[in-house]
């Protein structure tokens, strides 16, 4: 049982570059998230998927895309990296329902860098 | 916009004693969660506390809820060094998990 994988851990990219960030979970969870890091700041959300099928935007989705390919996979694609968003990248994924009402488990992150 | 801010924004305590963090958020909630980060890694849940408590358990760690004054304290009791972490408050908010920004403890040996 991996829980909550993402590849790939680390990421150098050149502004302009495209890369999609995968995760897969193999809890049978119904919602999955996507959330970046900065430094000396909380957890952004990104984008969710609160079943199979949806997707929805979440606090900031400019510059991303989302695919839900399956109850397990959701993963997280830049079309063009900038700078901006260089970070840590989390997935994250949880049963079904409103978001705070579950725990959410954790990958272990992808570190992006993008000069 | 952040819904909960953790404060001190960082802790360093001897390892036997306690640690408090506190979390202030701005709108109405169902419930509050608390998040623990290790250096490097993803965040892993601690507890849950639903509207309708005012404290809960789990351990050494003992959570309280005062919906009143919009705030939540979660308590480390007899801390170890492998303790050290950023921990981080969840409120839920428009059916989305919005996370403050942490405060990091230090337990020194």
């Known amino acids: 049982n991996a829980g909550v994988t993402q590849t790939p851990k680390f990421q150098v990219l050149k502004t302009g570059q495209s890369m999609t960030l995968q995760c897969a979970q193999d809890?049978?969870?119904?919602?999955m998230y996507w959330y970046r890091q900065d430094p000396g700041m909380g957890l952004r959300l990104i984008y969710y998927?609160?079943?199979?099928?949806?997707?929805d935007k979440g606090e900031v989705p400019n510059g991303y895309n989302v695919s839900r390919l399956n109850k397990r996979e959701f993963s997280l694609r830049l079309e063009s990296a900038a700078p901006s968003q260089t970070s840590v990248y989390f997935c994250?994924?949880?049963?079904?329902?409103?978001?705070?009402?579950?725990?959410?488990?954790f990958g272990p992150g992808t570190r992006l860098t993008v000069t | 916009s952040q819904q909960g801010e953790e404060d001190p924004q960082a802790l360093s305590i001897q390892e036997g004693e306690n640690a408090t963090m506190n979390c202030s958020y701005k709108?109405?909630?169902?419930?509050l969660q608390w998040y623990r980060q290790n250096s490097g890694r993803g965040l892993v849940h601690l507890i849950l506390?639903?509207?309708?408590?005012r404290e809960k358990h789990s351990g050494r760690l003992r959570v309280t809820l005062d919906t009143s004054k919009k705030s939540s304290s979660l308590l480390i009791t007899a801390s170890r060094a492998a303790d050290t972490a950023s921990y981080f408050c969840?409120?839920?908010?428009?059916?989305?998990?919005?996370f403050g920004q942490g405060t990091e403890l230090s337990v020194k040996p």
């Open positions: 994250a994924s949880s049963e079904a329902g409103q978001a705070g009402r579950y725990e959410q488990y």
């Open positions: 506390i639903r509207s309708n408590e």
């Open positions: 969840a409120t839920d908010q428009g059916g989305k998990l919005i």
């Open positions: 809890m049978n969870h119904n919602s």
């Open positions: 709108t109405s909630i169902n419930n």
């Open positions: 998927s609160a079943s199979e099928g949806t997707t």
